[in-house]
């Protein structure tokens, strides 16, 4: 269901829908855009082949596919995206989750042809979101880089965030659902990477969410959280929560849970039921107008 903008909440809160049909809107110094592209095709994936160095992709790649929030003033970007996901994937390179039936599932264009499923063939991933500093050359910033060459840093912290506060009642000037890739695992359960986004009047929250079902066999539950807090300060406060869940079956079963996979169509609804594998909060803090 695509989300109805009400233009009075927006004029009340000082928000702008962005120009020239594109997703998202701009308030408070923030520009917040979703964008959402169809499957990429035979000629990008044999691209994406050379770059990743990998032939095995999940079924359907929405590789052109993101979310990006600019903080206009300090030229600071956080954005979702594929490649960088799949690039997490790649690099942790967990083993195979062992199934039975694994064998059957995945064939090569002729179906004589079996493949050894010797990677990680659900796609698992810890990517949690990128950032970028582009350059500005109205507010004189040198050019920076991804990740490694960029000054921004997460550090560690105590602080959470307030997800009470979250659910009090406030107008939802924007919401969007960005998928980033989905993989059916051979009509065995899904693997599926997802962000969501939320702008209210207060702040702003997405949610990044890695959610895979291997039927009879695993359940996993990777999920980022992070959350602004708009305010006077020229220096933005991001926090962002990891948490990374995760149960067989077999062990949920033991503990009276049901064993049927239809019972875990919905993350949202049993994440409770996943003992907690990892869990951090970070916090970033946006430089300044120069």
């Not at 004589?112 to 350059?135: A, H, M």
């Not at 695993?218 to 959350?227: E, Q």
């Not at 149960?247 to 039921?273: H, V, W």
């Amino acid at each position: 269901m695509e989300f109805e903008v009400d233009e009075k909440e927006l004029k009340a809160a000082g928000a702008e829908l962005l120009p020239d049909g594109r997703r998202g809107l701009r308030l408070h110094g923030w520009e917040i855009e979703s964008i959402k592209r169809p499957i990429l095709n035979t000629r990008q994936l044999q691209e994406w082949e050379q770059k990743l160095e990998s032939s095995h992709f999940p079924e359907m790649i929405f590789g052109d596919s993101s979310l990006v929030l600019k903080h206009m003033n300090s030229g600071t970007k956080i954005h979702f995206n594929v490649f960088d996901a799949l690039t997490g994937w790649k690099q942790e390179a967990l083993p195979p989750v062992e199934v039975p039936a694994a064998a059957i599932w995945k064939y090569k264009s002729e179906s004589f042809q079996q493949v050894i499923l010797d990677y990680d063939y659900t796609f698992t991933t810890p990517y949690c979101g990128s950032e970028t500093e582009e350059i500005n050359a109205e507010l004189g910033r040198e050019a920076t880089s991804e990740k490694g060459n960029c000054s921004l840093c997460w550090e560690e912290s105590k602080e959470e965030i307030d997800l009470a506060s979250l659910a009090l009642k406030e107008p939802i000037l924007f919401y969007d659902e960005v998928i980033l890739y989905e993989d059916e695992l051979g009509d065995n359960g899904i693997s599926l990477l997802t962000v969501k986004v939320r702008v209210m009047p207060s702040s702003w929250f997405v949610l990044l969410r890695f959610w895979l079902r291997v039927d009879g066999v695993l359940m996993r539950l990777r999920d980022t959280r992070m959350h602004c807090v708009f305010g006077k300060s020229t220096n933005p406060v991001i926090l962002r929560e990891s948490c990374w869940r995760e149960a067989t079956i077999q062990a949920l079963s033991a503990k009276g849970y049901p064993s049927d996979s239809a019972a875990y169509n919905d993350p949202s609804i049993i994440f409770q039921r996943l003992p907690i594998i990892m869990r951090k909060t970070q916090k970033l803090k946006l430089p300044g107008t120069p």
